[in-house]
């Protein structure tokens, strides 16, 4: 079954530090990728998305995201976090022909230290 | 413009007990999905409408969830009789068509706890 993986439940980083969050898909037809964040109480806002291309993918907010094929992974970075990056990020995969249904991670939490 | 609408944004009903959910999607989206995000956990698809009709509701509880989207604008999700599993957080989306790549739109969802 197609799945998509977020290794790390909790991250912690110190603001200005770079920041890298993990995910990872099962093999399945051509993906198309996202990121979304979820702040409290709040819906998810897309950060970035990957069809085909450059493999290295410009998002809001100051993230990217890079896309390996051969590692079927699919990982957001930032280079300097800011204390209002706080909020549970997700992974998200779509595949060809399935009309547009969206198979999340489980997220991983992100928190800020001062 | 405005986004994806919600109501309730809460609701806390006693388990067998039956609710409601209205979403109301970015005007002239013809795709509308409804999720369920229990803590913890990514939100799951449960249903799909392509205008009033749907696309897939292949992991929609259909014994106990119902939903409907007539006029293939606004769309009801209804859970009767409701489960202690059922308590989660239900996220509607909207896109602008149908398929693999478009941008999906949340609303703020709507938190239930079931007692």
Known sequence: AQSVTQPDIHITVSEGASLELRCN?????????FWYVQSPGQGLQLLLKYFSGDTLVQGIKGFEAEFKRSQSSFNLRKPSVHWSDAAEYFCAVSFY???GKLIFGQGTELSVKP | E?????????KIIEKRQSVAFWCNPISGHATLYWYQ???GQGPKLLIQFQNNGVVDDSQLPKDRFSAER??????????????LEDSAVYLCASSSERGSGETQYFGPGTRLLVL
Do not use: E, F
Request: aromatic content about 10%.
């Open chain 1, 25 to 33: 898909y099962s093999y399945g037809a051509t993906p198309y990728l």
């Open chain 1, 97 to 99: 022909n399935q009309g």
């Open chain 2, 2 to 10: 405005a986004g994806v609408a919600q109501s309730p944004r809460y």
């Open chain 2, 37 to 39: 995000q229990i803590l």
């Open chain 2, 70 to 83: 007539l006029k293939g604008v606004d769309s009801t999700l209804k859970i009767q009789p409701a489960k």
